[in-house]
């Protein structure tokens, strides 16, 4: 098993530009997370999802959207990068929630300039 | 509602113990500890589910009371391995749902050093 994978692992963009993150498990996890980690914050929910088709809203989704059309993949789209939006974004993963241990992929540090 | 950490960092040489506290201002039916290597992503390491619950991951402990709604690591005979910042987290109700999400502290930073 791959694990949760991430792509990319590092990406420089401009400001008012979009991008994707990508994110996948093969472990056939239900519960899918997007994370958002600033030095000395800790991590913050973005978004979250429960299974195929379904998701909502964490702490800070302002400025984020995603999508999970699969069980396997839960993309993160950023929508015109302001510089707030520069940290190390993680991708998690787990069977159920709440009281099950979470998977985190290797995480994609993105910076906006 | 993020779960409160103490201390925010510690130093330590390799040999000495560490203690590593988690407060909650929320009831508590679980506690998460995870821990991050620099650079790298966070790894799980225990859950403790029930109050009074202790459990250990190498020499690494941890227990939970509940009704003081808090949790503490225990690290024994630290290794230079040990080194990283340690996260506990909390699951907490999502608003108008059913649902719960993981809620995490700001980390506790441990330098183990020769």
Redesign the interface.
């Known amino acids: 098993n791959a694990g949760v994978t991430q792509t990319p692992k590092f990406r420089i963009l401009k400001i008012g530009q979009s991008m994707t993150l990508q994110c996948a498990q093969d472990m056939n996890h239900n519960y899918m997370?997007w994370y958002r980690q600033d030095p000395?914050?800790?991590?913050k929910?973005i978004y979250?999802s429960?299974g195929a088709g379904i998701t909502?809203k964490?702490?800070v989704p302002n400025g984020y959207n995603v999508s999970r059309s699969t069980t396997e993949d839960f993309p993160l789209r950023l929508e015109l990068a302001a510089p707030s939006q520069t940290s190390v974004y993680?991708c998690a993963s787990s069977l159920r929630?709440?009281?099950?241990?979470?998977?985190?992929?290797?995480?994609t540090r993105l910076t906006v300039t | 509602q993020q779960p409160v950490q103490s201390p925010q960092a510690v130093i330590l040489r390799e040999g000495e113990d560490a203690v590593i506290n988690c407060s909650s201002s929320k009831a508590l039916y679980s506690v998460h500890w995870y821990r991050q290597k620099h650079g790298e992503a966070p790894v799980f390491l225990m859950i403790l589910l029930k109050g009074g619950e202790q459990k250990g991951h190498e020499k690494i402990s941890a227990s939970f009371n509940e009704k003081k709604q808090q949790s503490s690591l225990y690290l024994t005979a630290s290794q230079l391995s040990y080194s990283g910042t340690y996260f506990c987290g909390t699951p907490i109700k999502v608003e108008g749902g059913s649902n719960y999400k993981l809620t995490f502290g700001k980390g506790t930073l441990l330098t183990v050093n020769p």
């Open positions: 997370y000395g914050m800790g991590l929910l979250y429960v909502d964490g702490e993680f929630e709440g009281t099950y241990e979470q998977y985190f992929g290797p995480g």
